[in-house]
C-alpha cells in the first residue's frame, strides 16, 4: 500500500531554535497533505491543510509564522516549527492524500523542546 | 512491537444496517484509545474516545465503541447507518501516552 515517511521520529532542541519536519509520500502524488498535533491525552488537532504549488491554509488558532509550511512537490511538505518552545512540545503527524478519498499518515514526530 | 489492526479493509452496505467495525491492538500497557473519521475530501474527524471509566463509549452521529480489555479490543458500532456515513475510519491507540498509532483505515460504503 501507500506509504508516507515522516522524519525525523523525534526531536530534541533547545528553545529558540528551529526545527523543521519532513513528510513524503513515497510512491504515490499527493495533492493534499494535513499536518495534526497531538497532545498529551488528547485527540488530533488539525492545524494546517497544505496543497501543492500554494499556500497553507491553517486552522483558527495556529500562528502561521510560528508553524511554517510548504508543500514545495507532490511529494513533499515540511513544518518547521520556528523559535521553539517548551509549549510547542507535542506530537506532529501529517497525513497525505493522492486523491480526494483514502488519506495515508506518516509514523509521527515526537518534538521536545528543552 | 505496538500496533493496531483493522480488520477490514472495504465494507460496503446498505442504509439501515447496522455497522461494526472491528479494531484490536496489541499489548502494551495503559492505553487511550480513538476513533477517527475522514469523509471524502475532508480532514480527520474525532468520533470518540476512550480514556478510563465506563468501557461503553459514545460518540458523535450516533457512533459508539466498546473497550473490551481482554480482548485488546474497541470496536465501533452503529446501529443503523445512513448514506452520509460513506468515509474512511481509522482506529488509533495511545500506548502510556506515547505516540499515536493508527491502523490501516477501513473504507465504508453505503448505499442509498
Known amino acids: 500500500g501507500a506509504v508516507v515517511s515522516q522524519h525525523p521520529s523525534w526531536v530534541i532542541c533547545k528553545s529558540g531554535t528551529s526545527v523543521k519536519i519532513e513528510c513524503r509520500s513515497l510512491?504515490?502524488?499527493?495533492?493534499?497533505m494535513f499536518w495534526y498535533r497531538q497532545f498529551p491525552k488528547q485527540s488530533l488537532m488539525l492545524m494546517a491543510t497544505?496543497?501543492?504549488?500554494?499556500?497553507?491554509?491553517?486552522e483558527q488558532g495556529v500562528e502561521k509564522d510560528k508553524f511554517l509550511i510548504n508543500h514545495a512537490s507532490l511529494t513533499l511538505s515540511t513544518l518547521t516549527v520556528t523559535s521553539a518552545h517548551p509549549e510547542d512540545s507535542s506530537f506532529y503527524i501529517c497525513?497525505?492524500?493522492?486523491?480526494?478519498?483514502?488519506?495515508?499518515f506518516g509514523q509521527g514526530t515526537r518534538l521536545t523542546v528543552v | 512491537a505496538q500496533s493496531v489492526s483493522q480488520h477490514n479493509h472495504h465494507v460496503i452496505l446498505s442504509e439501515a444496517a447496522s455497522l461494526e467495525l472491528g479494531c484490536n491492538y496489541s499489548?502494551?500497557?495503559?492505553?487511550?484509545l480513538f476513533w477517527y473519521v475522514q469523509y471524502p475530501g475532508q480532514h480527520l474527524q474525532l468520533l470518540l474516545k476512550?480514556?478510563?471509566?465506563?468501557?461503553l463509549v459514545k460518540g458523535i452521529k450516533g457512533f459508539e465503541a466498546e473497550f473490551i480489555k481482554s480482548k485488546f479490543s474497541f470496536n465501533l458500532r452503529k446501529p443503523s447507518v445512513q448514506w452520509s456515513d460513506t468515509a474512511e475510519y481509522f482506529c488509533a491507540v495511545n500506548y502510556d501516552q506515547g505516540n499515536l498509532i493508527f491502523g490501516k483505515g477501513t473504507k465504508l460504503s453505503v448505499k442509498p
Open positions: 476512550y480514556f478510563s471509566g465506563d468501557p
Open positions: 497544505s496543497n501543492e504549488g500554494s499556500k497553507a491554509t491553517y
Open positions: 510512491d504515490f502524488q499527493a495533492t493534499t
Open positions: 497525513s497525505a492524500r493522492p486523491g480526494i478519498t483514502e488519506a495515508f
Open positions: 499489548y502494551g500497557g495503559t492505553v487511550n
